[in-house]
């Protein structure tokens, strides 16, 4: 019961509380007894005061009344809270807002009592609070009939009429099962009084009348409880950001199937959970005892480090809402859809919620997209979450990132928040927006749209710090499974670990790459790993670029053997040397070496002051200044050699592939890492094309000043000979096996061959 202490944090100490004192909080101010009871005109414009200052930073916050200062003696008269509830409702009322009693406290069987109130800001057309609960559980639990009670206030028939109103699928309906992620509203109105009304024609319940009457709207996301599901429920939890999860649990099936798995998966995201038990009408009291004696011994646990609260009473529900954001506590409900036994209390705890989302209105603007619609006589629709910032109708914004990682100018036609039209999207709010002059087939879920000013990136590769929750065997590098962060869903490959393997328990930092698509991701985003019975969750802690990605398969490629000696051409600061050296490592070869040979002294500079910052040995990476053309060393001395986006660069590309041929032993790789000129995909060309001519040079403009060698930079691969021309070339110089890989339909080329033996 300290919901205001969350709110109000100012301690102020007040030695005479008959002395009017009107420099303090509103807690402090209502702790005043004689002044809140003959309400003092300076106490009004003071109390009132505090209250419009309050609403316009949140929508809601709860006060108590009856408590005073140490030297007085706590409580009221049930007559004198009477007074006090009339006098401050009409002040509430003044400013727009109402206050709603919660529930009356006697205090040690005196006749002196206590009371708590929420003060609400009344609802306002285009704007209202908006609050996701995920709901989930094992199948047949009843998630769907419950949500078909709550927000239809029509109680079931014993053989799922309820539930009928949220399917949205033929297979739904004849087999009563949920298999996709549907969504229903709640609306709470400024006085606490649920909105929705029950329907006479059908199903449809007109969300925009519900929105336009509502002070707080409860969003709940029906979740799959059967297991073949498990994707879509865990996609639910995490690309729509529930603010809270309501598990539900059957009283005559118990803990079963699925519901640990989503509690496991509430716990991994730091979600607050509270529990609700259906069925007790058709549950014998001993199996209902059963259940409830397994869920609290499972709260309990290590694990979980809950504490279970059954709520039978008003003052369950007030103190369990208002101390639940604290993670902790967890609320049991036991609840009747057939005869309505505590949906009451259910409905109160609903009402009392607050967001958990924090204020990020002053931001740029973030928007992740879930969901992607066309709308006959609308065109394309994204819906999705405002993480950040403020969006307004004709706003430009970045979408993306695309199959090549970058990101697009879209202008929004408008705004829906729950089917009701808006002219903006605030933080933590949900919004669907109508976008001007883009198709359904450029978007996909996981995508997001950001202000301009972010100047985004993309990733293929980024680091998490893991902790592995499951895994049969053992966990090593070049294993796939399913990432889940944020709306984002694809499969990744484990490229690199910090220790050898990971088993259950093991806590790790894994270099992952997706394997698709590049993502935007930002640091400490929540991820869960799962494939089958494996699961893993983390966070992530480090990005790496598309460069990285490429050097990557350029040395999966050479696939070293130990006692491989490599010289990296125009290496520069040392990128391909340390990607061979990590890869080395990884399979325990500390036999490998390689020396990195560039013209620019002030590149090998800054790369052996990496190599000594990474911890790499300087005698398996050694540093050279030298010439493509004309490499200072021995003939036949090396295993392997590479040139990484340098080769389009040299004066006479002829002369330094022979060079390259001179100095491999027999048998020596030649690998050479390059943008190409033709790109297979008509779509990617025409994109590719655009930003290279378009957007490379302006930024060289904008950023460094300088058009003309971000104009070369283009031109010096558009110049550069195509695969097939380039790999004539290197088998005129002496290849034998000569072959190229081609990335992102041949944006990059890995060209490869072999010296005869």
Not at 228 to 242: D, R
Not at 471 to 480: E, G
Request: hydrophobic share 40%.
């Amino acid at each position: 019961m300290n919901h205001i202490n969350n709110t109000v944090n100012d301690n102020v100490n007040v030695n005479n509380s008959h002395s009017l004192k009107l420099d303090l909080t509103i807690k402090e101010l209502l702790g005043q007894k004689d002044a809140l009871l003959k309400l003092e005109p300076e106490w009004i414009e003071k109390f009132t005061d505090h209250l419009e200052t309050k609403l316009t930073k949140q929508s809601e916050f709860s006060i108590k009344i009856g408590y005073f200062e140490t030297n007085e003696k706590i409580g009221l008269t049930p007559v004198e809270l009477d007074q006090c509830l009339k006098q401050l409702n009409e002040l509430a009322t003044t400013i727009g807002a109402n206050l709603i009693h919660l529930c009356r406290k006697q205090l040690n069987s005196s006749n002196y009592f206590v009371d708590e109130c929420l003060i609400r800001r009344r609802s306002q057309l285009d704007d209202f609070h908006e609050i996701r609960v995920a709901v989930v559980g094992n199948v047949d639990s009843g998630k769907s009939t419950l949500l078909g009670v709550l927000t239809h206030c029509e109680l079931d028939n014993g053989r799922g009429l309820a539930r009928q109103r949220l399917f949205r699928h033929k297979h739904e309906l004849e087999t009563g099962r949920t298999s996709s992620i549907g969504n229903d509203i709640l609306g709470f109105d400024s006085s606490g009084n649920v909105v929705n009304k029950p329907s006479t024609h059908g199903n449809s319940q007109q969300w925009s009348k519900i929105c336009e009457e509502s002070s707080k709207v409860i969003t709940f996301i029906d979740l799959a409880g059967h297991e073949k599901y498990l994707k879509t429920t865990i996609f639910g939890m995490t690309g729509h950001s529930p603010d809270y999860t309501l598990l539900m649990i059957g009283a005559n099936a118990g803990i079963v199937g699925m519901t640990k798995e989503h509690l496991g998966v509430t716990l991994a995201l730091n979600i607050p959970v509270f529990v609700v038990i259906t069925k007790i009408d058709m549950c014998p009291g001993n199996i209902l005892q059963n259940t409830l004696s397994c869920l609290k011994k499972v709260l309990k646990s290590p694990g979980c480090r809950k504490i279970p609260i059954i709520v039978e009473s008003d003052e369950d529900v007030v103190i369990s809402a208002t101390n639940f954001v604290s993670e902790r506590l967890c609320p049991i409900f036991q609840v009747s859809n057939v005869e309505g036994t505590n949906l009451h209390f259910l409905k109160k705890f609903l009402n009392l919620l607050n967001s958990r989302a924090p204020n990020h209105d002053n931001c740029l603007a973030e928007f992740q997209i879930d969901e992607v619609y066309t709308v006959p006589g609308v065109g394309t629709v994204v819906s999705g979450i405002s993480l950040k910032g403020i969006i307004h109708t004709n706003d430009t914004l970045l979408l993306g990132p695309d199959s090549l990682g970058n990101f697009i100018p879209v202008a929004i036609k408008s705004i829906h928040r729950k089917r009701l039209p808006v002219k903006e999207v605030r933080s933590g709010q949900t919004a669907s927006f109508a976008l001007k002059k883009i198709r359904k087939n450029e978007i996909r879920k996981g995508m997001v749209m950001l202000s301009p000013l972010l100047n985004p990136k993309s990733y293929w590769e980024f680091e998490g710090e893991i902790l592995v929750l499951h895994h049969p065997t053992t966990i090593s590098a070049r294993y796939q499974a399913m990432v889940h962060c944020g709306s984002i869903r694809q499969t990744a490959q484990i490229l690199s670990m910090s220790q050898d393997c990971l088993r259950t328990g093991d806590k790790a930092k894994v270099h992952f790459r997706f394997i698709k698509n590049p993502e935007y991701l930002n640091l400490g985003m929540k991820l869960i790993f799962r494939e089958g019975r494996t699961k893993a969750i983390g966070t992530v802690t480090k990005f790496f670029g598309i460069h990285h990605y490429w050097r990557n398969e350029l040395i999966k490629k050479l696939d070293p053997i130990p006692g491989t000696r490599l010289l990296d051409v125009a290496g520069g600061t040392g990128d391909v040397a340390f990607e061979f050296l990590r890869y080395t490592n990884e399979r325990n070869d500390r036999e490998s070496s390689v020396i990195v040979c560039d013209f620019s002294e002030n590149m090998l500079k800054i790369g052996q002051q990496r190599a000594i910052k990474f911890g790499f040995h300087p005698d398996r990476c050694q540093w050279m200044i030298g010439d493509a053309m004309n490499l200072p060393f021995d003939s036949d001395s090396f295993d392997a050699y590479t040139i990484s986006f340098g080769i389009r660069n040299v004066v006479n590309v002829d002369r330094a592939i022979q060079e390259a041929f001179r100095v491999l032993k027999p048998g020596g790789m030649f690998l050479c890492l390059e943008f190409s000129s033709q790109v297979n995909n008509p779509l990617l060309k025409s994109i590719y094309d655009w930003y290279s001519f378009e957007i490379i040079p302006v930024m060289g403009e904008i950023l460094l000043n300088d058009w003309q060698s971000y104009q070369y930079l283009v031109e010096s691969i558009r110049k550069f000979p195509d695969q097939q021309t380039f790999k004539l070339m290197i088998e005129k110089n002496g290849f034998i096996l000569v072959d190229y890989d081609n990335f992102l339909s041949g944006i990059t080329s890995i060209h490869y061959g072999f010296k005869p033996l």
